[in-house]
């Protein structure tokens, strides 16, 4: 069963860079598919923020991209999301997913990050 | 990039049926058939319901349907149970491989 399970700070001060990291179990991040990350703003909808797929290639929200990286690391069986410039806006339930065929299938229990200072 | 529309809200009684629709462009409904519709109930995270516009992971009931003409999509739900009520957000790829979500919409079983 492929599980999926997101860890970073829950407060970050305006201005700074939120970091968050996902780990996979239960399926190895080399053997294949994309991997992603989305966001959900206290009582708002879904927006999609980045994904990467396993051999490097990435791809961003346009409104996000100037501010953002999504990276892989293999070795460790876990992918990374790094936001700088952070402001109150930012403040969301982040999730991390696995994505095939268009969807996103697999999705961790999401972590909150609140931006304040 | 504008986010897909989709009705805020909808209702219905247990044992109906409603369809909920998930309206883009030529760019991104219209585009590829990567359309997905995810269920998300309170403090949960959202799970997959459909896929490629009208498959059914293995496990979802086959009372969530899906569909699509020209750059619409709908979901449908028939025979309406109590635990349907939850929100629903279509999402679709498109052509410039980026992924757009819908506002969602709030399911309420009467």
């Given at each position: 069963q492929v599980q999926l399970q997101e860890s970073g700070p829950g407060l970050v001060k305006p201005s700074e860079t939120l970091s968050l990291t996902c780990a996979v179990s239960g399926?190895?991040?080399?053997s294949g598919y994309y991997w992603g990350w989305i966001r959900q703003p206290p009582g708002k909808g879904l927006e999609w923020i980045a994904t990467i797929h396993h051999s490097g290639s990435t791809y961003y929200n346009p409104s996000l991209k100037s501010r953002v990286t999504i990276s892989v690391d293999t070795s460790k069986n876990q992918f990374s999301l790094k936001l700088s410039s952070v402001t109150a806006a930012d403040t969301a339930v982040y999730y991390c997913a696995r994505r095939q065929k268009g969807a996103s299938d697999y999705w961790g229990q999401g972590t909150l990050v609140t931006v304040s200072s | 990039q504008s986010a897909l529309t989709q009705p805020a809200s909808v209702s219905g009684s247990p044992g109906q049926s409603i369809t909920i629709s998930c309206t883009g462009t030529s760019s991104d409904v219209g585009s590829y058939n990567f359309v997905s519709w995810y269920q998300q109930h309170p403090g949960k995270a959202p799970k997959l319901m459909i896929y490629e516009v009208n498959t059914r992971p293995s496990g979802i009931s086959n009372r969530f349907s899906g569909s699509k003409s020209g750059n619409t999509a709908s979901l449908t739900i028939s025979g309406l149970q109590a635990e349907d009520e939850a929100d629903y957000f279509c999402s679709a790829y498109t052509s410039s491989s980026t992924v757009l979500f819908g506002g969602g919409t709030k399911l309420t079983v009467l």
């Open positions: 399926y190895s991040i080399s | -």
